[in-house]
């Protein structure tokens, strides 16, 4: 079965940080660009970063760019998102998802995690 599972959210205070992991099982995510995206509650699912098969290429949304990093371990299978200077505009539940192509700038959506829900409040 193919599956992505996102773990690492939860309540974090204004300025803080958090790092959330997807971890594949059923296939080896080396060939595969993975994306993370968010909703927020009332809003569109809005697309946050991006990174390439082999890690060389990645992508941020405007509201994250300098705040947030990208970045994978192949070796076990394992995704990341690490998320600095928090806001409370930043609460969502996060999403990974992974894409058709080794690049971010092809491909199409394929499978997607249950979400991780993150909370940026005092």
């Known amino acids: 079965q193919l599956q992505l599972v996102e773990s690492g959210g939860g309540l974090v205070q204004p300025g803080g940080s958090l790092r959330l992991s997807c971890a594949a099982s059923g296939f080896t995510l080396d060939y595969y660009a993975i994306g993370w995206f968010r909703q927020a509650p009332g809003e569109e699912r809005e697309g946050v970063s991006c990174i390439s098969s082999s890690g060389g290429s990645t992508n941020y949304a405007d509201s994250v760019k300098g705040r947030f990093t990208i970045s994978r371990d192949n070796a076990k299978n394992r995704v990341y998102l690490q998320m600095s200077s928090l806001r409370p505009e930043d609460t969502a539940i996060y999403y990974c998802?992974?894409?058709?192509?080794?690049?971010?700038?092809?491909?199409?959506?394929?499978?997607w995690g249950q979400g991780t829900l993150v909370t940026v409040s005092s």
């Open positions: 998802v992974r894409r058709s192509s080794r690049y971010c700038s092809t491909g199409t959506l394929g499978v």
